[in-house]
């Protein structure tokens, strides 16, 4: 069975600070992994994806995760975060077989 | 950029009514999905689709029925609805082809049964 978890519901951070927000992931084969993020009343939109091969994995607006087979783990991080990074972040998993698998999803906060 | 569509955006209901939730995508994607979002339970899989005329049930399925009476319409059911189905509900839809797998997400509906 698949899941996803995300240990931490709520991650306040100050403007210009670098970033980390945590996903583990369970699965029976090493599954294809997501960072999605959803701004007030919107969609879920995708920041970037892995598949295989060169483990940290680069997405749009700065934002990198990076994959650890050995820890199930699939962080994502930025160097420095802006105040438009405030969102809700949802790690994500996919056996291969038609359907995603979320994580509760992390509430960022960026102070000013 | 794909796109898809939710309608309405936002739904009062009354218990016991009939509600029906609507999705079309311009994408021509074979899967659509209808996943409801409540606070510390992130996004839970109600039913899914693989095409026209076809409806899967998903982790969550009971006291919600679905439709896939076209490629770019999915409609998602709720013949007696209820106040613990008060959620948003977003559909999606995509492709799972080698390297392309990504869901495209709708703006969502807000759904309240009084």
């Known amino acids: 069975a698949q899941s996803v978890t995300q240990p931490d519901a709520r991650v306040t951070v100050s403007e210009g600070a670098s970033l980390q927000l945590r996903c583990k992931y369970s699965?029976?084969?090493?599954?294809?992994l997501f960072w999605y993020v959803q701004y007030p009343r919107q969609g879920l939109q995708l920041l970037l994806k892995?598949?295989?091969?060169?483990?940290v994995v680069q997405g749009v607006n700065g934002f990198e995760a990076e994959f650890s087979k050995s820890n199930s783990s699939f962080h994502l991080r930025k160097a420095s975060v802006h105040w438009s990074d405030s969102a809700v972040y949802f790690c994500a998993v996919t056996p291969y077989n038609n359907r995603i698998f979320f994580g509760d999803g992390t509430q960022l906060v960026v102070k000013p | 950029e794909a796109a898809v569509t939710q309608s309405p955006r936002n739904k009062v209901a009354v218990t016991g009514g009939k509600v029906t939730l609507s999705c079309n995508q311009t994408n021509n994607h074979n899967n659509m999905y209808w996943y409801r979002q409540d606070t510390g339970h992130g996004l839970r899989l109600i039913h899914y689709s693989y095409g026209a005329g076809s409806t899967e049930k998903g982790d969550i399925p009971d006291g919600y029925k679905a439709s896939r009476p076209s490629q770019e319409n999915f409609s998602l059911i709720l013949e007696l609805a209820t106040p613990s189905q008060t959620s948003v509900y977003f559909c999606?839809?995509?492709?799972?082809?080698?390297?392309?797998?990504?869901?495209?997400f709708g703006h969502g509906t807000k759904l309240s049964v009084l």
């Open positions: 892995y598949y295989s091969g060169d483990p």
């Open positions: 699965s029976s084969v090493t599954p294809y």
């Open positions: 999606a839809s995509g492709e799972f082809s080698l390297s392309n797998e990504r869901l495209f």
